[in-house]
């Protein structure tokens, strides 16, 4: 069975650009959360979202939003674009409330 | 606020040798506890979880103890091998799939 799979894998961008970032839950996970990983840091907590609905925010600007689809996969995307942005997005799926997460490989996103 | 620390950031052990890895958590209310691996460029691998109703869980070779009183989470690795070589990380959740990660530390193992 296939994994969490996100795509891009690397991406780089400039300032004030925006970009889109996707991720694929593992079969039969309805619940999708976005993480970001700085250099040297732990994820931090973007979204959650959970049957298309989102539950959770974590403490981001609103140049982050996010959507998940039908199909249960999500797209994050960011606007106005920092160099302080610059980082490993991960995507992580679970099957229902307060189980495993599993992660997928993340997007490297460079902002220059 | 919330957050999940770890006492040593880097840990170097023997090839063969037992790892521990610390982790001290501050939300007294969190239930459900889960260590994730991660090797350079890639994403957070799944390990071993535990919930607050339990204090000790064993898995291949690894085994996480949960010390509610002292709000400590630790992982052990039985014969640690090169291929343990990665930064651990550890994360506590409450009711939600939000993860609260520490800073990691890097398990290094040498021959």
Known sequence: DAGVTQSPTHLIKTRGQQVTLRCSPISGHKSVSWYQQVLGQGPQFIFQYYEKEERGRGNFPDRFSARQFPNYSSELNVNALLLGDSALYLCASTKDYNTEAFFGQGTRLTVV | ?111
């Open chain 2, 1 to 111: 606020g919330e957050s999940v620390g770890l006492h040593l950031p880097t840990l170097s052990v023997q090839e063969g040798d037992n790892s521990i890895i610390n982790c001290a958590y501050s939300n007294s209310a969190s239930d459900y506890f889960i260590w994730y691996k991660q090797e350079s460029g890639k994403g957070p691998q799944f390990i071993i979880d535990i919930r607050s109703n339990m204090d000790k869980r064993q898995g291949q070779r690894v085994t996480v103890l949960l010390n509610k009183t002292v709000k400590h989470l630790s992982l052990q690795i039985a014969a640690t091998q090169p291929g343990d070589s990665a930064v651990y990380f550890c994360a506590e959740t409450l009711h939600t799939d939000k993860l609260i990660f520490g800073t990691g530390t890097r398990l290094q193992v040498f021959p």
